[in-house]
């Protein structure tokens, strides 16, 4: 496993734009398969983005698509969220995982490293 810890996260109106980051501690943390996931009051925790060991691959959910951008920097263990045309229905917690299958596989319960997660908050 490894060490993540997120941050970014704030209070915004529609149509801003945040940049999520995720610091991963740990000698391997290049070679994890990194994800974004969020979580809103009352609801399951679901995908947002997800990035392979090299960033040659990112996947998204469909409701993000076009809107966010995930990528990744091994050199310094980071991974970020950019986060444009926030939407109110974007509002969750948003939590920073991690794999080391590069296989992509992106349900929570395939992550074995979990962030403390960081609140988002978009105003209408």
């Known amino acids: 496993q490894v060490q993540l810890v997120e941050s970014g996260g704030g209070l915004v109106q529609a149509g801003d734009s945040l940049r999520l980051s995720c610091a991963a501690s740990g000698r391997t943390a290049s070679t994890y398969f990194m994800g974004w996931f969020r979580q809103a009051p009352g609801k399951e925790r679901e995908f947002v983005a997800a990035i392979t060991w090299s960033g040659s691959i990112a996947y998204y959910a469909d409701p993000v698509k076009g809107r966010f951008t995930i990528s990744r920097d091994n050199a310094k263990n980071t991974v970020h969220l950019q986060m444009n045309s926030l939407k109110p229905e974007d509002t969750a917690v948003y939590y920073c995982?991690?794999?080391?299958?590069?296989?992509?596989?992106?349900?929570?319960?395939?992550?074995?490293?979990w962030g403390q997660g960081t609140q988002v908050t978009v105003s209408s």
């Open positions: 995982a991690a794999k080391p299958s590069n296989r992509g596989e992106v349900l929570p319960e395939m992550f074995d490293s």
